[in-house]
Nanobody
Framework: EVKLVESGGGLVQAGESLTLSCAASGLTSDDVAIAWFRQAPGKEREGVSCTNLWLGTTKYADSLKDRFTTSKDNAKNTVYLQMNKLKPEDTAMYYC?????????????????????WGKGTLVYVSS
């Protein structure tokens, strides 16, 4: 059974940084993509980033690529999302999700709705 567990959310002030973690277990292959999504209250879910674990490449949403960075620790099966210069509009529930091979990260970040596995999310609140 694949399980994704997010952690690291919390309350921060605008301008501060925060790093989220997505610990994956049960994956039987590295040929998967792990993506971060977020959903703010009253808004649609949006893609943040997508990392292809096999290729080691990451795609970011254009609006976030200057402030957000993804990294991975293969030994821990964990993908991290470092968020810098946080803004109140970054306040959202952040989710990580996984999908098997064949789906380009560029598609996943921008509107793909077929992720196979989801974590329960971690809340990020940025105060002004």
């Amino acid at each position: 059974e694949v399980k994704l567990v997010e952690s690291g959310g919390g309350l921060v002030q605008a301008g501060e940084s925060l790093t989220l973690s997505c610990a994956a277990s049960g994956l039987t292959s590295d040929d998967v993509a792990i993506a971060w999504f977020r959903q703010a209250p009253g808004k649609e879910r949006e893609g943040v980033s997508c990392t292809n674990l096999w290729l080691g490449t990451t795609k970011y949403a254009d609006s976030l690529k200057d402030r957000f960075t993804t990294s991975k620790d293969n030994a821990k099966n964990t993908v991290y999302l470092q968020m810098n210069k946080l803004k109140p509009e970054d306040t959202a529930m952040y989710y990580c999700a996984a999908v098997g091979p064949g789906i380009p990260c560029a598609e996943i970040v921008y509107g793909y709705h077929g992720m196979d596995y989801w974590g329960k999310g971690t809340l990020v609140y940025v105060s002004s």
